[in-house]
């Protein structure tokens, strides 16, 4: 079967689709890599990735590359979901004969109401998508494939759980780097808190930990870290360089790239003699030897979840790192050299104009390099939805209003929409707007040319954003 492994077009300047654990607005030029898709991807002959959204592509543009193809899986997300729909029924329309599947955290957690959402949907799969699309594309008989649901003569059915990939399986998988290569520009990617260009992939699936707003490891990767051997993870990388000959970094996109500490350990020193630079994300409670044996390794940054500085709202996530294990991991971080993407999220359950405050406060304490406010957003098949939809907090079932601007969807009794919407705006300004900050700022475009270069592109960027956002009145109606 000719496959096609798409991420559909999104709204503009939309930065929460499938690939990101967030909902987001694209606040400066940034794009995921399709990584989920490329696994597949890999492992069928005469597929084909199309990653619409850094392609600029249009809807209109992606039916037509569909219009000869047997088969078409999308990559959809809750915010996307409505707008992933109707890119699938304009490629039925155009190709009736072309299987359409929906893969990701959405149809994971709600298959039954994705199929039933739109006749286009042929199948979804649940969880991991690799091996179930293998499966549909060699022929075998949809009965047979654990981890789908779909329609047949009008009737939908859902066929058992499929076990989670082992370490010996993610070891035997193809790897996704030469289908970038083959499929994709990676000039076109940019991360916020990366160099320019950069290239990321997994090197595990899960997290341990147990946040109850995160959607991954409740939904699609497990509380289980399953992780590809160290020297599996180096064949990958050691040829990195051949295939993206400007590349000036790695991400690894893992969850919590940190939370096997000795496996983590091995890895930076198995690339340690490669002389790459490479970033992570972690939790902030990385022991300090560790940390050292990162940074030897190349480790230049790690995107750190903080949250909240709020040690109440921390226990009500169940995030497992109090501010003052914080405290101690970016005073090691800042010590060593290691630097750090911040990321804060307003509306958790317990916040109040007082937590937003703390969480403001402990933010400049903590002083990371770049940091990221998002607006606490429930998706379906996490704690924090339930808590939401349980307590009546939900109040707008939609979660994005199609014109790339994120909406606020939660209201408490002491908090309301308007005032977490708000707040994101304010935590940014009280950050980057302080004597110290933007004379670290001016240093750093005195002593680079690219980094001024850079830091003006984003802060025109940023003030873009900020005033399109205020425009769109993000809070819930
Ligand atoms: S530590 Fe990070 S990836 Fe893991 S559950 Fe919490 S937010 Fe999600």
């Not at 987001?24 to 399709?34: D, H, I, K």
């Not at 000795?262 to 902030?284: F, H, Q, V, Y």
């Not at 770049?370 to 998706?379: G, I, K, R």
Request: glycine share 6%; hydrophobic share 35%.
């Amino acid at each position: 079967m000719r496959t096609l492994f798409l991420n559909p077009p999104s709204y503009d300047d939309f930065d929460g689709g499938a690939g990101s654990r967030y909902q987001a607005t694209r606040e400066v030029w940034s794009f995921w890599y399709p990584t989920w898709l490329c696994y597949p991807a890999a492992m069928i002959p005469d597929s084909k990735v199309v990653d619409a959204p850094p392609e600029g592509l249009t809807q209109e543009q992606v039916v037509a590359m569909a219009a000869d193809r047997d088969l078409v899986l999308l990559h959809t997300s809750t915010p996307s979901f409505r707008l992933d729909c109707r890119t699938a029924q304009m490629m039925k329309d155009v190709n009736p004969s072309c299987v359409i599947g929906f893969a990701g955290g959405h149809v994971t957690a709600e298959p039954e109401a994705s199929l039933r959402a739109s006749e286009a949907i042929d199948f979804v799969t649940r969880k991991e998508m690799d091996r179930p699309v293998v499966e549909i594309v060699e022929g075998r008989d949809w009965a047979d494939v654990p981890g789908i649901s779909y329609r047949k003569n009008g009737a939908i059915h859902h066929n058992p759980d499929r076990l989670p990939l082992t370490n010996a399986d993610l070891d035997s998988l193809p790897f996704v780097t030469p289908i970038y290569h083959r499929d994709l520009d990676y000039l076109k990617y940019n991360s916020p808190y990366c160099q320019y260009p950069y290239v990321s992939l997994y090197t595990g699936r899960g997290c341990p930990a147990r946040c109850t707003f995160c959607l991954w490891p409740q939904v699609t990767t497990g509380h289980n870290y399953r992780v590809r051997s160290a020297e599996n993870v180096l064949e990958e990388v050691r040829e990195m360089p051949k295939l993206f000959p400007q590349m000036k970094e790695i991400f690894f996109d893992d969850d919590t790239f940190t939370a096997d500490p000795p496996r983590a350990r091995k890895i930076a020193e198995l690339l340690a003699p490669l002389g790459l630079c490479w970033s992570t994300n972690s939790r902030a409670n990385v022991d300090r030897d560790t940390l050292k044996i990162l940074k030897d390794g190349g480790l230049r940054l790690f995107v750190i979840g903080y949250e909240s500085g709020s040690d109440a709202i921390l226990k009500n996530i169940k995030k497992g790192v109090s501010t003052e294990r914080a405290r101690r991991f970016t005073r090691d971080c800042h010590d060593i050299g290691i630097l750090i993407h911040g990321t804060f999220i307003v509306g958790l359950p317990g916040e109040t104009l007082q937590t937003i405050e703390e969480s403001i406060r402990f933010a400049r304490e903590m002083n990371p390099e770049t940091l990221q406010v998002s607006l606490a957003s429930p998706y379906p098949g996490t704690e924090f939805f339930r808590y939401v939809q349980d307590g009546g907090f939900l109040v707008d079932s939609v979660y994005n209003d199609e014109s790339g601007y994120q909406r606020c969807t939660v209201s408490y009794p002491n908090l309301s929409s308007e005032e977490i919407f708000d707040a994101v705006e304010r935590f940014y300004r009280q950050y980057y707007f302080r004597p110290s900050y933007i004379f670290k700022s001016v240093k750093k475009m005195v002593k680079s040319r690219d980094e001024r270069k850079r830091l003006l592109r984003e802060a025109g960027e940023f003030f873009t954003t900020m005033k399109k956002r205020r425009e769109g009145s993000g809070a819930a109606a």
